[in-house]
Structures are given as structure tokens and as C-alpha cells.
């Protein structure tokens, strides 16, 4: 979720989800100890519970990183080992690190070290690289990584191909195979499992959780994000559900539009930086397609946002917009 899970993204998840975990997008160790922390640490108090995810090989690196995780008031720190992209791979992070399970039991006992159990660390990883598509490869993966007092896993249901297939490619073309998720639950009561990949329906999530102890969703969260609207009373039994009409989604847009005053009046954060986020909250009502455009319009970006807004919305409604 690189450039998709920033502050801005999370805050209008959170207007829709209370209890679910936000994830942030993999920061990698270098940039938190070479570049400008503020810029990727920094976060609202709003996110909670929130988790850093971490890229990153060095047990030394990693745990200077943990310390600084820990020091933002981050409430997780996630290693991602899961991640195909040949960038990632050239600075040896990412999933091509499922094949060194010691070196990933290394940083994770030495980010373990120095939180000294201050806040959990995770590691989310594929089933699998390559041809490599045995059971025993993930299974001793996560045995070999729990040794370090790992006790989360979050595990994307694809192999990764490290060479001739594109990060988009990877999280479409290896088969999902979410029967080796639910064996390694089985195998491994003691482990919180959690599984990824492929996931876009509420009662998907509902038959997987009879299967596993959590499931991440991240793209369809992003284009379809009423999808979430359900989870709190759904899945942590916290309230009603809420009717998502146009009244709820007046109201959400709301809230973001007050939320993106404050931004330009604190840090003179243009608008787009933060409704690209939200473009698919009106998805699938009249209209929709149309009140995009008009927030996707570049002619417009000087304008308030809320003048922007009306605009969307006589569009949405079948009024001239422009």
C-alpha cells in the first residue's frame, strides 16, 4: 500500500471504523534513520490503534527503528516480508527475506529487545516464494520467526515471484491457496494467524474468521471503504451498524472536509493530498462517477474545498458542475 495508506488515508478510515487496526505504508528503515522522521512517523491521534510496518533486514537498523516506533506512540510495529517488488528486493527486504527465517528471528528479537515489551512486533509475509510452494517452507518460516517471541503473523495466501512478475501481477496471478493459512492455524494453536489476499466481501471476512484469528484488507478497503462501515458492530460487537445511506455519507464527507480545513490552516496541506483518498465513498450510488470526476478535476485544485464539494454534488445530482 506504498502512497496509499498515509496519514490522510487512515484518518478518513478512521471516521468510518473505531476498532479496526490501521496499518500504516511500509516505511523503510532507511528512511527512518537517514531521512526525515517527522515526514513518516508523524500521525493523528485519531489512528489508533495504529501499526508501523517496517522494511527493513539489519537487527541493529530495526531495532533503532522500534526505538523511535516506540518513542511516536506508535501502538504496533510489523515487519513486512511480504512485499515482491524488485525495489524492495535490491535493498534485500521485503518478501525475498522468507528465504533467511534466522535473519528475520534476529530483527524481530532485537526490535523485541529494545521495546522490552512496551509493544508487540508482527510479521506479515507470503506462503511462499518463487516455486517454493510446499507447506513445510511457510510453516517452518513461521516456527523459525516465533522463536524470537513472535506471536502475530499475517499471512498474504499467494506465493511471491521474485522475478517476472510486477508487485500488481503478484497480487493477482499466484493462486490463493487459504487452505495453507487455516493449516497453519491448526498446526499452530499457540500463534495468532491472520490472513490476507483476495478478500472483498463482509461475509468472506466472517467465514474466515471461523478459520483464523484476523483478516487484513487493504485495496478494497481503499476503493470500496463502506466496506468498513459495518466492522465495529460486526465484528467487535461495538454498537449498531450504521445505515449507509447518503445521509451517513454526507455526514463522513463532513467530517473530512472539516478535517482538511485544519490541515490547510496548520500545514498548508492542498486538499488533493487528502480526498484521493476518499473518492470511493459514493461508489455504487447515482451519480458517483461524476462526483469524482469533479473531485479528480485539476482545474479545480485552487478552489476551497468546499466550494469544490458543491460542485461534486450538483454533478452527482445531474447539475451542470462547471
Known amino acids: 500500500m506504498m502512497d496509499w495508506t498515509d496519514r490522510h488515508c487512515r484518518f478518513f478510515h478512521r471516521l468510518i471504523t473505531r476498532r479496526t487496526r490501521l496499518y500504516t505504508e511500509m516505511v523503510t528503515t ?50 513486512n516480508c511480504g512485499c515482491p517488488s524488485e525495489r524492495v528486493q535490491r535493498g534485500a527486504f521485503g518478501a525475498c527475506l522468507m528465504a533467511e527465517a534466522p535473519l528475520v528471528r534476529d530483527g524481530v528479537a532485537a526490535m523485541r529487545d529494545v521495546l522490552g515489551g512496551d509493544l508487540p512486533v508482527t510479521v506479515k509475509h507470503r506462503i511462499g516464494i518463487d516455486r517454493i510452494e510446499r507447506y513445510e517452507f511457510v510453516r517452518d518460516f513461521v516456527a523459525t520467526v516465533a522463536e524470537a517471541g513472535c506471536t502475530v503473523f499475517i499471512v498474504h495466501a499467494r506465493n511471491a515471484w521474485l522475478q517476472g512478475l510486477s508487485p500488481k501481477d503478484n497480487r493477482e496471478i499466484p493462486p490463493l491457496r487459504y487452505e495453507l493459512v487455516h493449516r497453519l492455524k491448526q498446526e499452530l494453536p499457540h500463534l495468532t494467524i491472520a490472513i490476507n489476499g483476495g478478500i472483498t466481501t463482509n461475509e468472506q471476512i466472517e467465514g474466515q474468521l471461523a478459520q483464523v484469528d484476523g483478516v487484513m484488507v487493504g485495496r478494497e478497503a481503499y476503493h470500496h471503504p463502506t466496506l468498513m462501515a459495518p466492522w465495529d458492530a460486526r465484528f467487535f460487537g461495538d454498537g449498531d451498524a450504521p445505515v449507509v445511506d447518503e445521509a451517513w455519507r454526507l455526514g463522513i464527507e463532513e467530517q473530512l472536509l472539516a478535517y482538511i480545513e485544519r490541515q490547510q490552516s496548520c500545514h498548508a496541506t492542498p486538499w488533493t493530498h487528502i480526498m484521493r483518498h476518499s473518492l470511493g465513498l459514493w461508489n455504487g450510488q447515482a451519480g458517483a462517477r461524476r462526483w469524482r470526476q469533479v473531485w479528480s478535476d485539476h482545474r479545480l485544485k485552487a478552489l476551497p474545498a468546499r466550494e469544490v464539494a458543491a460542485i461534486a454534488h450538483q454533478a452527482r445530482q445531474g447539475l451542470p458542475a462547471i
Open 30 to 79: 532507511g528512511a527512518l534513520l537517514h531521512g526525515d522522521v517527522p515526514r513518516h512517523l508523524a500521525f493523528n491521534a485519531e489512528e489508533h490503534p495504529l501499526a508501523l510496518q517496517l522494511g527493513g533486514s539489519e537487527p541493529a537498523e530495526l531495532a533503532r527503528a522500534a526505538r523511535l516506533a516506540r518513542q511516536w506512540g506508535y501502538d504496533e510495529i510489523n515487519l
